[in-house]
């Protein structure tokens, strides 16, 4: 620790209380990366606050200091978002975990950032409502976490992501000042732009999401297709029908492999691909759909239905696709999860290429994706006791992502930018497209103390007059930042 | 003079004063535009169908117009991703006539009938479908602009989920050309639904209209939008429904005797109200009762968003009064106003987060010659 962090962390025990502070070695451990495993960093110091209060004092104690900072919700981020600094602090919110308040005649909630994404359903769910975004760490993740990621989850295609369902939030500003963002207040929509910003922008201290009124009906389908091509043309079908579906999921023959060694979800044997589709809504509008929906699906080639006849049945459809993640840990010593987006058009043309690159490279990998919004979730298996496996899956990988660019979409759905994918941003994004949106950044944070490092791969110096930059970097010559 | 038309097609003065207009027809030309405007220091104001041109303060300086109506094409329409990209002179009306082609459309009323693109995300203008769908912050999914210094910069994609970089789509929206130049903009579409389906009331008073107003957004109706105006006859509720089927008569009873169906819009639906002074207004769904006792007149759409309507006689004391009783209830904005009105009362009210919005602000046009003074502070 410098000197400089020491002194910090005195003064934050002298603010916060000794047990808030957490310096000892062997505990920081615990905070060394979030769900992004393969990068690791031990903070300096982890602080614990109680309050959004402390969390202002906190951001000013390091800014006076000059010692960067990045907040943690769960730490379930999947692309490093909470990564910490080695030489600075990390503020985790598992103690902000207070539903403060449940306003049903307003449909809507405040709750402080640390609290459970699923425990604000289980709060609501007795009047009648829920929170729709639901990621599929939604029992682990925070709704800080999810405002930083501007999450989404399976069901987003119908009801969107976390930016539509936060109507305001208190945030600390990344000089200490506390505010309120709102997204119809008058001004510009803070908010907005704050709202997936992965934590660089200030630290969320209380969130007002809105509640969404439980559907009257649900109904959700297993149909099974002899190829993936099956599965895409019965979802170009349902799409093009004019259907919006809660959610369309697809898994190809590897991932269901995956499944059924893990939770044994018994889906149709022999199935080269599966499909979920599930409608909600009021009842007649949902028996109208679903009857189009199994007609499209057998019209694809659909060789089984099931159909979900209550809670219990749909819970053991979704099982096998929630597991898919995990499971493939059963067929896999180790494995990658790529998240890229692609036009849902595009999917065909883009599975086959995946093939391809699998068949050069001799390197497996399961498809699972949110295929009504061509989200796709390719998991990259390796064996990490082999030498240079490693290595390939991350080429693979890689490769993945530049074949959806390649088609116009992104390098990323849902799981974020973080540390990850930081280097492949100037291949989706011009200099002039990254400068621009780190104009936003200087607004907030000129000092650049605020989860530094993340999302651009080159930081901009604040102040400087935009165009051709020469020699090495300012912030990267003073140690501020790194070069991804 | 001399300068733009080198670089732009269609240079012209002004109808009045000494400002120029020019139309570029391009995103490079609209880039090569804004260059020039910023090598000779001119203070630069974005114009489409010019409807919301009047809104807010008046601009300290005006140098040159730039107006977006000759980029009005569509770039692509990828009808089987549900997603479109125009340019931003591209009427409301001519895009909703596109998409209707493939049975899509983009899910924003255009309460104005010449309004573009361009000027329905800078103004954030959306109508009664913003129960349901939002506003163009939630259905932009790309935007390209022009900064200041005539750099082109875009944001988002075309397609629909993406997390990669900040969305300057949502910081772009309702942001009033003062930070940049609006020239491109990728939508997430929907389908056209089946049947469309208006249920309306007519209530006497304020607490009667709020009560039908909660039963339907309480019950599991899902509609598409929720409406409120106040009319001669008294308090009109309306309730949207659209989808593949009918169900007007599982809502119907909500909204209590004398209520009726019809599959057009009724009269007041999606308009601005009346009068010579316009008034924004925010505030919770709850807030509707309180909001229809302080204004004389009223629309309302149930996630808490509204309008109130003045006439012209109103005087500067009276609308001061009023924009004290209606912040009590939330927020009131002065969109337009006859300057004797708008000089003499506090157009925002309360902006929490304004040192922030100064900063982004300095950031995206440190000169201050987008449409300065337009908006909230002064910026």
């Known amino acids: 620790m410098t000197e400089k962090v020491t002194r910090l962390a005195e003064r934050l025990a002298v603010l916060l209380g000794p047990d808030a502070v957490i310096t000892d070695p062997v505990r920081l451990r615990t905070y060394e990366c979030d769900g992004l495993t ?11 606050p109680d309050d959004g209060a402390q969390i202002a004092q906190i951001v000013r ?4 200091a000059g010692v960067p900072y990045v907040a943690r919700g769960s730490g379930t981020g999947l692309s490093g978002g909470a990564l910490p600094r080695t030489d600075g602090v990390l503020i985790v919110t598992s103690r902000l975990r207070r539903i403060l308040e449940i306003d049903i005649a307003n449909q809507r909630a405040v709750v402080e950032p640390g609290v459970i994404n699923l425990d604000v ?65 008058p001004g510009y929509d803070l908010l907005g732009v704050f709202v997936g910003a992965e934590g660089t922008l200030g630290i969320a201290t209380k969130v007002t999401v809105r509640l969404t009124r439980v559907p009257q009906t649900v109904q959700t389908l297993l149909a099974a297709f002899g190829s993936i091509e099956g599965g895409g043309t019965a979802v170009s079908a349902i799409i093009a029908a004019g259907v919006v579906p809660a959610a369309i999921e697809m898994m190809d023959a590897l991932s269901i492999e995956a499944a059924e060694a893990s939770v044994a979800c018994g889906y149709p044997p022999g199935a080269g691909a599966v499909l979920i589709v599930e409608l909600d809504g009021p009842q007649a509008e949902v028996e109208h759909q679903f009857a189009q929906v199994k007609a499209l699906c057998e019209e694809a080639g659909a060789f089984e239905i099931r159909v979900a006849a209550d809670d219990a049945a749909r819970a053991l459809i979704w099982k096998g696709r929630k597991s898919a993640f995990a499971a493939v840990g059963r067929i896999s010593p180790a494995y990658l999860v790529q998240d890229g987006v692609i036009p849902r058009t595009s999917l065909p043309r883009v599975l086959a290429r995946i093939d391809e690159l699998s068949a050069e490279s001799g390197v497996r990998v399961a498809n699972v994706f949110h295929a009504g919004d061509g989200n796709l979730h390719p998991l990259v298996l390796f064996d990490d006791a082999e030498p240079g496996a490693a290595e390939r899956a991350e080429g693979v990988s890689g490769a993945i992502l530049d074949l959806c660019i390649e088609h116009g979409g992104s390098i990323t759905g849902e799981h ?22 780190q104009m936003v950044r200087c607004g907030f944070d000129p000092a650049g103390l605020c989860n530094p490092g993340k999302i651009f791969p080159t930081p901009r110096l604040c102040g400087e007059v935009p165009g051709v930059r020469k020699g090495v970097h300012p912030l990267v010559e003073q140690g501020k930042a790194d070069l991804f | 003079m001399k300068a733009l038309e080198a670089v732009c097609a269609d240079v012209r003065p002004a109808a009045s004063g000494d400002a120029l207009v020019a139309a570029p027809a391009s995103v490079e030309e609209a880039a090569a535009v804004l260059r020039v405007a910023a090598e000779h220091g001119l203070a630069v104001i974005a114009r489409g169908g010019g409807g919301r041109l009047g809104w807010g303060p008046p601009p300290s300086r005006r140098d040159l117009f730039v107006d977006t109506r000759n980029l009005d094409r569509v770039v692509e329409h990828a009808a089987g991703d549900l997603v479109v990209k125009v340019q931003a002179g591209l009427r409301m009306d001519r895009l909703a006539a596109v998409l209707a082609e493939s049975g899509q459309r983009l899910a924003l009323d255009a309460p104005l009938p010449a309004a573009t693109v361009g000027g329905t995300i800078a103004t954030g203008a959306a109508g009664p479908l913003r129960h349901l769908y939002g506003t163009p912050r939630d259905l932009v999914i790309g935007l390209t602009i022009v900064r200041a210094d005539g750099e082109i910069a875009r944001s988002g994609g075309k397609v629909v989920k993406n997390v990669a970089g900040y969305d300057l789509g949502r910081l772009f929206s309702g942001s009033f050309g003062t930070l940049g130049l609006i020239v491109e903009a990728a939508f997430r579409l929907h389908p056209v ?10 209530y006497a008073d304020a607490d009667a209209a709020h009560e039908a107003v909660q039963a339907v957004l309480h019950s599991p109706a899902a509609p598409s939008a929720v409406e409120c105006a106040t009319i001669p006859d008294g308090i009109a509720v309306g309730v949207l429904l659209e989808g593949a089927t009918g169900r007007a008569a599982q809502v119907l009873p909500l909204l209590g005797q004398g209520a009726r ?14 009068g010579a002074v316009l008034i924004e207004v925010t505030g919770k769904p709850t807030a509707l009762p309180d909001f229809l ?21 109103t005087t500067p004391a009276q609308v001061a009064d009023l924009l004290v009783a209606l912040r009590r209830i939330g927020g009131a904005v002065v969109r337009s106003a006859p300057a004797q009105i708008r000089d003499a009362v506090d157009v925002w009210g309360p902006i929490p987060a304004l040192s922030l919005m100064r900063r ?12 300065p003074g337009r908006f909230v502070g002064g910026i």
């Open chain 1, 121 to 185: 359903t289980r709060a609501v769910r007795p009047h009648g409502y829920y929170f729709a975004p639901d990621p599929s760490s939604q029992q682990i993740c925070s709704v800080g976490g999810n405002v930083a990621e501007n999450s989404g989850g399976a069901h987003c295609l119908k009801y969107g992501f976390t930016a539509h369902h936060v109507l305001s939030c208190e945030v600390v500003t990344p000089d200490g000042e506390v505010v309120e963002l709102s997204a119809d207040g």
């Open chain 1, 61 to 64: 104690a390091c800014v006076a």
């Open chain 2, 193 to 202: 639904p089946a049947v469309r389906e208006y249920l309306t009331a007519v």
């Open chain 2, 261 to 274: 169906v019809g599959d057009a819009a009724p009269e007041w639906w999606g308009r601005y109200p009346e």
């Open chain 2, 360 to 371: 982004v602000k300095d950031q995206f046009d440190p000169e201050h010659r987008l449409s």
């Open chain 1, 38 to 48: 393969n990068h690791r960093a031990r903070p300096a110091l982890v602080v614990l």
């Open chain 1, 416 to 437: 974020g930018v973080g540390v990850d994918k930081a280097r492949y941003m100037p291949r989706m994004f011009t200099a002039a497209d990254l400068d621009t949106m």
């Open chain 2, 293 to 313: 006792r302080a204004a004389p007149n009223l629309t309302w759409s149930a996630c808490g968003h509204g309008y109130v309507g003045l006439a012209g006689e």
